[in-house]
């Protein structure tokens, strides 16, 4: 099992850019698919990108592609989502997420979770 932190949230103005980061602790990191999803007041948690362990695969949801960038440090156990042209659509908590092999772009997918870090995007 794994435990993950997020961080780099905050609030942000529309158009500015801002990176997140989630380190992992705990179980080999290096065969672990990543993702990021994000939650808005009042909204179901929302998948936003993902990256394959081994292959290094990427993934994004149509709101997030060409603006977020997803990548991975497996010397560092470290996730990142580098997000530019932020929108105020994007405010939201977002949350890394952890799944042992595999690959998958559903929260229900995952068994690993960080406690989440909180984006604003004022307009």
């Known amino acids: 099992q794994v435990q993950l932190v997020e961080s780099g949230g905050g609030l942000v103005q529309a158009g500015d850019s801002l990176r997140l980061s989630c380190i992992v602790s705990g179980d080999a990191f290096s065969v672990y698919t990543m993702a990021w999803f994000r939650q808005a007041p009042g909204k179901e948690r929302e998948f936003v990108a993902i990256i394959a362990w081994g292959s290094l695969n990427t993934y994004y949801a149509d709101s997030v592609k060409g603006r977020f960038t997803i990548s991975r440090k497996d010397v560092e156990k470290t996730v990142y989502l580098q997000m530019s042209s932020l929108k105020p659509e994007d405010t939201a908590v977002y949350f890394c997420?952890?799944?042992?092999?595999?690959?998958?772009?559903?929260?229900?997918?995952?068994?690993?979770w960080g406690q989440g870090t909180q984006v604003t995007v004022s307009s």
């Open positions: 997420a952890a799944k042992r092999l595999g690959w998958g772009t559903a929260d229900r997918d995952y068994n690993a």
